[in-house]
């Protein structure tokens, strides 16, 4: 049986200085468990799902916060932002339709970000991230 390691979330929270509120733990844990990026009225919902009444107020300022931190980042593209988690660094594929947001990861695109640095003589560090525009498979059809 193949276990997977659950990050200890209250002390990532600490560790970025951050008090662990119930709010800032389940906004976290959603988007770590979710595997994709959502908006904060998709975290509410979500929350408001599973028996967690957050208001979107305080969803969305927690975030903020998570974003600030570096525990999430923020990605724009149309309609609402979205966030991530970011102890797994990926790249981003944004939907300029619908503003879905997918993930691609790091190792298979190892050779792309150093091609891509070699071009523009840029020393790529090892969270940088691409972000591509295009349609999705349901957009585009
Ligand atoms: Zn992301
Ligand atoms: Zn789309």
Request: hydrophobic content about 35%; some cysteine; glycine content about 8%.
């Amino acid at each position: 049986m193949t276990t997977i390691a659950t990050p200890d979330l209250p002390a990532l929270l600490r560790h970025h200085g951050l008090r662990c509120t119930p709010s800032r733990l389940s906004a976290l844990k959603l988007l770590s468990v979710s595997g994709s990026h959502l908006s904060s009225a998709e975290v509410s919902a979500e929350l408001k799902r599973l028996g967690l009444p957050i208001d979107q107020t305080t969803v969305y300022r927690t975030l903020e916060t998570l974003t600030e931190t570096g525990l999430a980042h923020a990605i724009h593209g149309p309609g609402p932002k979205r966030y991530g988690v970011s102890s797994e660094p990926h790249h981003h594929t944004v939907c300029e339709t619908c503003g879905q947001v997918g993930e691609l990861p790091v190792e298979q695109l190892r050779e792309a970000v150093a091609r891509i640095a070699e071009l523009a003589g840029l020393h790529a560090d090892a969270s940088a991230s691409l972000l591509i525009y295009g349609r999705c498979t349901r957009c585009s059809t």
